[in-house]
């Protein structure tokens, strides 16, 4: 029963409604604007509420995060440039349906579908949070290593076109990601000697850089170009195509629930591995994947969103943060004078529960505002691309500076934006490089860890990776996967045609 | 007329520079904490500053500056102006800054305004090990050499310091040290099994112990701590400790060198204040954090004091890079 009346406080108390439906509205645009993130709202917001209650300070916080990694896509749909890691993967598949002047659609789907997730990821918080938290401690570094090769083989998917750039591109990322001072030896690695260096370069900055800038520049070649008109008539999905996607969306939901609750990894990987899944699992889409197919919108949307229930999962058992947002979050409760850790739950089940209703109601609020005030955000794509682009420029600067209030993050930022636009030009894909980036630390450090851990031998290292179930069933579904993707009929076909032609000649 | 004019402009500079620390602050003052949000020393900052704020009556905007162990942001406080409206909000590590070849400024080139609290490390272990305190550990790594796995920070880190007084006290350990990215991962990973034991600040472990997910196997400190009265400080199982405690990490808000002294004089009666809040005296007693409030001459004699022992000890037990001896580090009298 208490626990009831906790869950509802935020919906009968009309301040905490209000502030929880305020995150919400803020957090879309905050996700949308590139370089804004939720992580930065979040922690303005722990100076900012410090002299409130911690109830109005959770569901406020809670709002912008829920609001913060769905707003993300609008960007990504409208503009191919995703306004959060987590919405790399929805731009791929979003902008095509965006030229083609079926944003409205694509937006109402996704908002749909983020909804969904985010209420898969909730339900299974609620349900099963000691259940997913137990087996989120379970993973061992050599667990968090074959996920990042899980991911790194992820270029295929990302990669349209030659596979070969896409290995490029994954592997540049990987290089990016590793700059700066070392987080395990403190030793330097590619920094050349330059302090700027030792801070490594902003994931944040290369993502707008490469994803804005370029863009904007690429836009030049076509300023003159009539802007598309979009069709904004049908936003609202019908039942049947909700119901079409149901089973695709459960199990992306999934996905994102377990990724999320990982302490490692969070919604940019969710998103992208849930993309890779989509495009294993369907059959024959509509439309060619990249080329505005509806299931490369609907996986990676409510995965990211499943991930936001799943981060809360370890922080409200354990105390240990599923994100950088809930870390935040964590350091929030501390300040409000709780003590969050394994008996947070136990002592104040209260909390719980007021976490728990608060991402219902942000949830609701996100269907809500996700669907509505739709014509003024499609009015933006609509402006002349002189007016347009000029201010992505001025956000993608913005944006960058304030990532770590480092100028360093600008120029980083204009010069991969520069890098990103001559890629495109050479047919080099850009979502592998940004994948190389998110898992370059998730890669190195967890294989130096794993290693060390076996005392650098690398038969120990395979026999724990035999001896553990959840090893194991990583490690067969990375060689797999691996498998899989290798061409092997065509290859072999092609080999022995060039025999047979050297037989004829 | 000449004369009168310098004179005239002379006083006028007089007057404003002594109007400029009798209204200090003027403008909003900017506060550069060394780690990232949700980090102890973000938690810290964020909690007492706005209780020194209302202290002060002005404001001070704190924005995290990562990278580089924290000495990004030591650097581009150092750089800056030393007119008080730049402060650093950091931890220990700068002290170890130079002998571990991460730079060249320390806390010798800042003011201590104040020095907030300090932690206590604490030995923890994993629910489910075959040992249940200090000794018990130590006959297990003597039976089971090289099997014991030791959560790790990084060189100059806490843990990294307690293995030097380990080593130093007990000879040289035969285990594996596991790095990880903060105490908060390394102890996720004490949850889950991937290493056997961590040092670590009291206040990251208290929640894990007290809900039993981990078990305490000793506190390094000369006397029990209050908030885990049963376990044994580590002098009980090795009076040698004695030398090196107590020794702990620590809080402390800094303004580069040069700034005007009554204005450090005012910034540390402000926050002086600010750690009197009993909510702030709550949330560190939570944490298992003791509150010092240093500031002025004592505080610059407990850095001297702390870098003096933890840089030799790390030299000593073969853990730095460079010797503390080449920075005019004195090796400090027994």
Same mark, same amino acid.
């Given at each position: 029963?208490?626990?009831?009346?906790?869950?509802?406080?935020?919906?009968?108390?009309?301040?905490?409604?209000?502030?929880?439906?305020?995150?919400?509205?803020?957090?879309?645009?905050?996700?949308?604007?590139?370089?804004? !993130?939720?992580?930065?709202?979040? !922690?303005?917001?722990?100076?900012?509420?410090?002299?409130?209650?911690?109830?109005?300070?959770?569901?406020?916080?809670?709002?912008?995060?829920?609001?913060?990694?769905?707003?993300?896509?609008?960007?990504?749909?409208?503009?191919?440039?995703?306004?959060?890691?987590?919405?790399?993967?929805?731009?791929?598949?979003?902008?095509?349906?965006?030229?083609?002047?079926?944003?409205?659609?694509?937006?109402?789907?996704?908002?749909?579908?983020?909804?969904?997730?985010?209420?898969?990821?909730?339900?299974?918080?609620?349900?099963?949070?000691?259940?997913?938290?137990?087996?989120?401690?379970?993973?061992?570094?050599?667990?968090?290593?074959?996920?990042?090769?899980?991911?790194?083989?992820?270029?295929?998917?990302?990669?349209?076109?030659?596979?070969?750039?896409?290995?490029?591109?994954?592997?540049?990322?990987?290089?990016?990601?590793?700059?700066?001072?070392?987080?395990?030896?403190?030793?330097?690695?590619?920094?050349?000697?330059?302090?700027?260096?030792?801070?490594?370069?902003?994931?944040?900055?290369?993502?707008?850089?490469?994803?804005?800038?370029?863009?904007?520049?690429?836009?030049?070649?076509?300023?003159?170009?009539?802007?598309?008109?979009?069709?904004?008539?049908?936003?609202?999905?019908?039942?049947?195509?909700?119901?079409?996607?149901?089973?695709?969306?459960?199990?992306?939901?999934?996905?994102?629930?377990?990724?999320?609750?990982?302490?490692?990894?969070?919604?940019?990987?969710?998103?992208?591995?849930?993309?890779?899944?989509?495009?294993?699992?369907?059959?024959?889409?509509?439309?060619?994947?990249?080329?505005?197919?509806?299931?490369?919108?609907?996986?990676?949307?409510?995965?990211?969103?499943?991930?936001?229930?799943?981060?809360?999962?370890?922080?409200?058992?354990?105390?240990?943060?599923?994100?950088?947002?809930?870390?935040?979050?964590?350091?929030?409760?501390?300040?409000?004078?709780?003590?969050?850790?394994?008996?947070?739950?136990?002592?104040?089940?209260?909390?719980?529960?007021?976490?728990?209703?608060?991402?219902?109601?942000?949830?609701?609020?996100?269907?809500?505002?996700?669907?509505?005030?739709?014509?003024?955000?499609?009015?933006?794509?609509?402006?002349?691309?002189?007016?347009?682009?000029?201010?992505?420029?001025?956000?993608?600067?913005?944006?960058?500076?304030?990532?770590?209030?480092?100028?360093?993050?600008?120029?980083?930022?204009?010069?991969?934006?520069?890098?990103?636009?001559?890629?495109?030009?050479?047919?080099?894909?850009?979502?592998?490089?940004?994948?190389?980036?998110?898992?370059?630390?998730?890669?190195?450090?967890?294989?130096?860890?794993?290693?060390?851990?076996?005392?650098?031998?690398?038969?120990?290292?395979?026999?724990?990776?035999?001896?553990?179930?959840?090893?194991?069933?990583?490690?067969?579904?990375?060689?797999?996967?691996?498998?899989?993707?290798?061409?092997?009929?065509?290859?072999?076909?092609?080999?022995?045609?060039?025999?047979?032609?050297?037989?004829?000649? | 007329?000449?004369?009168?004019?310098?004179?005239?402009?002379?006083?006028?500079?007089?007057?404003?520079?002594?109007?400029?620390?009798?209204?200090?602050?003027?403008?909003?003052?900017?506060?550069?904490?060394?780690?990232?949000?949700?980090?102890?020393?973000?938690?810290?900052?964020?909690?007492?500053?706005?209780?020194?704020?209302?202290?002060?009556?002005?404001?001070?905007?704190?924005?995290?500056?990562?990278?580089?162990?924290?000495?990004?942001?030591?650097?581009?406080?150092?750089?800056?102006?030393?007119?008080?409206?730049?402060?650093?909000?950091?931890?220990?590590?700068?002290?170890?800054?130079?002998?571990?070849?991460?730079?060249?400024?320390?806390?010798?080139?800042?003011?201590?305004?104040?020095?907030?609290?300090?932690?206590?490390?604490?030995?923890?272990?994993?629910?489910?090990?075959?040992?249940?305190?200090?000794?018990?550990?130590?006959?297990?790594?003597?039976?089971?050499?090289?099997?014991?796995?030791?959560?790790?920070?990084?060189?100059?880190?806490?843990?990294?310091?307690?293995?030097?007084?380990?080593?130093?006290?007990?000879?040289?350990?035969?285990?594996?040290?596991?790095?990880?990215?903060?105490?908060?991962?390394?102890?996720?990973?004490?949850?889950?099994?991937?290493?056997?034991?961590?040092?670590?600040?009291?206040?990251?472990?208290?929640?894990?112990?007290?809900?039993?997910?981990?078990?305490?196997?000793?506190?390094?400190?000369?006397?029990?701590?209050?908030?885990?009265?049963?376990?044994?400080?580590?002098?009980?199982?090795?009076?040698?400790?004695?030398?090196?405690?107590?020794?702990?990490?620590?809080?402390?808000?800094?303004?580069?060198?040069?700034?005007?002294?009554?204005?450090?004089?005012?910034?540390?009666?402000?926050?002086?204040?600010?750690?009197?809040?009993?909510?702030?005296?709550?949330?560190?007693?939570?944490?298992?954090?003791?509150?010092?409030?240093?500031?002025?001459?004592?505080?610059?004699?407990?850095?001297?004091?702390?870098?003096?022992?933890?840089?030799?000890?790390?030299?000593?037990?073969?853990?730095?890079?460079?010797?503390?001896?080449?920075?005019?580090?004195?090796?400090?009298?027994?």
């Amino acid at each position: 029963m208490d626990a009831l009346m906790a869950f509802l406080t935020v919906f009968i108390t009309p301040k905490l409604l209000l502030l929880s439906a305020l995150g919400t509205f803020a957090g879309v645009y905050v996700g949308a604007i590139p370089g804004l !993130s939720v992580t930065m709202a979040v !922690s303005i917001l722990i100076s900012f509420t410090f002299s409130w209650d911690v109830y109005p300070a959770i569901a406020l916080m809670i709002g912008i995060y829920m609001g913060g990694v769905y707003g993300g896509s609008r960007t990504a749909i409208l503009l191919n440039i995703p306004g959060a890691p987590s919405a790399i993967a929805t731009a791929l598949d979003g902008y095509p349906m965006a030229k083609r002047g079926e944003a409205g659609e694509a937006i109402g789907v996704t908002t749909v579908m983020s909804f969904f997730g985010g209420l898969v990821g909730i339900a299974v918080l609620a349900l099963a949070a000691p259940f997913i938290s137990d087996f989120a401690l379970k993973f061992q570094p050599r667990d968090y290593m074959l996920l990042a090769v899980l991911g790194i083989l992820l270029v295929g998917s990302l990669s349209s076109g030659s596979l070969a750039k896409g290995v490029f591109a994954g592997a540049f990322g990987l290089v990016i990601g590793a700059v700066g001072l070392d987080p395990l030896t403190f030793t330097e690695r590619f920094t050349f000697g330059f302090e700027a260096l030792t801070g490594g370069i902003s994931f944040i900055a290369v993502m707008i850089g490469m994803f804005g800038v370029s863009e904007a520049l690429l836009q030049l070649h076509t300023v003159s170009a009539p802007v598309i008109r979009q069709k904004i008539s049908r936003i609202v999905p019908s039942f049947s195509v909700i119901k079409k996607y149901l089973p695709l969306s459960l199990q992306t939901s999934s996905i994102g629930v377990i990724i999320g609750a990982l302490p490692g990894t969070g919604g940019d990987i969710a998103a992208l591995l849930a993309y890779d899944h989509a495009k294993r699992v369907t059959k024959n889409p509509e439309r060619e994947f990249g080329d505005g197919a509806m299931e490369g919108l609907v996986a990676p949307e409510t995965a990211n969103n499943a991930a936001v229930g799943g981060a809360f999962i370890p922080m409200t058992t354990l105390g240990i943060p599923g994100d950088a947002v809930t870390a935040i979050m964590i350091g929030a409760l501390f300040i409000h004078g709780l003590n969050p850790g394994p008996m947070l739950m136990i002592e104040k089940p209260d909390m719980f529960w007021f976490i728990v209703g608060s991402l219902v109601a942000a949830n609701c609020f996100m269907l809500l505002f996700g669907l509505t005030g739709l014509r003024l955000f499609t009015k933006i794509v609509e402006m002349p691309k002189s007016v347009l682009f000029p201010l992505i420029m001025l956000l993608s600067v913005v944006g960058a500076y304030a990532v770590k209030n480092a100028i360093t993050d600008v120029y980083w930022m204009l010069g991969f934006g520069v890098f990103g636009y001559f890629m495109r030009l050479y047919g080099y894909p850009l979502g592998p490089v940004i994948l190389g980036v998110i898992l370059s630390r998730l890669l190195d450090d967890n294989w130096r860890r794993a290693i060390i851990s076996e005392r650098e031998d690398l038969g120990r290292f395979f026999e724990g990776v035999v001896s553990s179930p959840l090893s194991l069933t990583l490690f067969v579904a990375v060689v797999l996967i691996f498998l899989s993707q290798i061409p092997f009929r065509a290859t072999f076909r092609r080999l022995t045609r060039r025999r047979s032609n050297v037989k004829e000649g | 007329m000449k004369r009168f004019m310098l004179s005239a402009a002379a006083a006028l500079a007089l007057v404003s520079t002594g109007a400029v620390a009798e209204e200090y602050p003027t403008k909003e003052i900017k506060g550069v904490i060394q780690w990232g949000a949700g980090g102890s020393t973000d938690t810290v900052m964020r909690s007492v500053t706005p209780h020194a704020e209302k202290a002060l009556g002005g404001t001070i905007v704190m924005q995290n500056m990562t990278g580089g162990v924290g000495a990004i942001a030591l650097n581009f406080v150092a750089r800056g102006k030393a007119d008080g409206y730049t402060l650093l909000m950091g931890a220990e590590n700068p002290l170890l800054y130079k002998i571990m070849g991460l730079g060249k400024k320390d806390y010798t080139d800042f003011v201590p305004i104040v020095l907030l609290a300090r932690g206590t490390p604490v030995l923890v272990a994993r629910a489910d090990a075959p040992y249940d305190d200090y000794a018990g550990m130590m006959a297990y790594i003597k039976k089971n050499p090289g099997a014991l796995r030791m959560g790790a920070t990084g060189p100059g880190g806490l843990p990294s310091v307690v293995t030097a007084m380990m080593t130093t006290v007990e000879g040289k350990l035969d285990v594996i040290a596991v790095p990880f990215d903060g105490d908060g991962p390394a102890l996720t990973a004490l949850q889950g099994g991937a290493i056997d034991v961590m040092p670590a600040v009291l206040g990251a472990a208290i929640e894990g112990i007290r809900a039993g997910k981990m078990k305490a196997l000793a506190v390094f400190d000369v006397k029990p701590q209050p908030y885990l009265p049963k376990t044994p400080v580590i002098t009980s199982f090795n009076k040698k400790y004695e030398s090196f405690l107590p020794w702990g990490p620590f809080f402390g808000v800094f303004a580069p060198k040069g700034t005007p002294a009554d204005v450090v004089a005012k910034l540390s009666a402000a926050y002086a204040e600010g750690i009197k809040h009993p909510d702030f005296v709550k949330l560190m007693e939570g944490r298992g954090f003791t509150i010092m409030g240093t500031s002025g001459k004592e505080a610059q004699e407990f850095l001297t004091k702390w870098q003096q022992n933890t840089a030799w000890l790390l030299h000593d037990a073969g853990l730095a890079k460079k010797s503390p001896e080449e920075f005019g580090i004195a090796r400090p009298a027994k």
